[in-house]
T-cell receptor, first 115, second 112 residues
Framework: DTEVTQTPKHLVMGMTNKKSLKCEQHMGHRAMYWYKQKAKKPPELMFVYSYEKLSINESVPSRFSPECPNSSLLNLHLHALQPEDSALYLC??????????????FGSGTQLSVL | LAKTTQPISMDSYEGQEVNITCSHNNIATNDYITWYQQFPSQGPRFIIQ???TKVTNEVASLFIPADRKSSTLSLPRVSLSDTAVYYC?????????????FGAGTRLFVKA
């Protein structure tokens, strides 16, 4: 199984809603990532978890709250978002094995629309 | 992390070989060069990675000159399904994927 699965595929939410994005991988990878991608732009790194600990937060607003319950799961909790937060949210994982290729495996993303 | 510069877009025809060049003038000694492909509404997909000279796999070839200040992704005999955005990334593999930062990418459009 070389897949990263993200749910839901599409999400529409109001600015006062609370929602969560989910990501799952069963490749035994120990690093997991959240990226945000606006239309016709490259993915922007948001968070990195390494061995279930948050290791990188790229100055992301607190209305985005990541969580890594175990080595296979990654969540992104959303609260009080703004319309400009509408984007494709991508989850990725990698082996975290120093000395070999740090290849990232991406999910298909969640297309988020904030109204 | 070394910054990369790629052409914004390229056009090609089916059956042609496509070469996309990436400049990374301040590449560090430990840096590897990695290319990803992304289709609309999908996550990027790893294509190829190399350190020097030439790397080839079933999808593409990667040519890296001796000074390593640039690299060229070569896609042999493209088809319509190769229409995508191609990203060149440079980073130290030993620090892992902690900061896999994407540049602007090259939009390749393959025509019939």
């Amino acid at each position: 199984d070389t897949e990263v699965t993200q749910t839901p595929k599409h999400l529409v939410m109001g600015m006062t809603n609370k929602k969560s994005l989910k990501c799952e991988q069963h490749m035994g990878h120990r690093a997991m990532y959240w990226y945000k991608q606006k239309a016709k732009k490259p993915p922007e790194l948001m968070f990195v978890y390494s061995y279930e600990k948050l290791s990188i937060n790229e100055s992301v607003p607190s209305r985005f709250s990541p969580e890594c319950p175990n080595s296979s799961l990654l969540n992104l909790h959303l609260h009080a978002l703004q319309p400009e937060d509408s984007a494709l949210y991508l989850c990725a994982s990698s082996q975290r094995d120093r000395g070999v290729s740090e290849k990232l495996f991406f999910g298909s993303g969640t297309q988020l629309s904030v109204l | 992390l070394a910054k990369t510069t790629q052409p914004i877009s390229m056009d090609s025809y089916e059956g042609q070989e496509v070469n996309i060049t990436c400049s990374h003038n301040n590449i560090a000694t430990n840096d590897y060069i990695t290319w990803y492909q992304q289709f609309p509404s999908q996550g990027p997909r790893f294509i190829i990675q190399g350190y020097k000279t030439k790397v080839t796999n079933e999808v593409a070839s990667l040519f890296i000159p001796a000074d390593r200040k640039s690299s060229t992704l070569s896609l042999p005999r493209v088809s319509l399904s190769d229409t995508a955005v191609y990203y060149c990334l440079v980073g130290d593999m030993n620090t892992g994927g902690f900061k896999t930062i994407f540049g602007a990418g090259t939009r390749l459009f393959v025509k019939a």
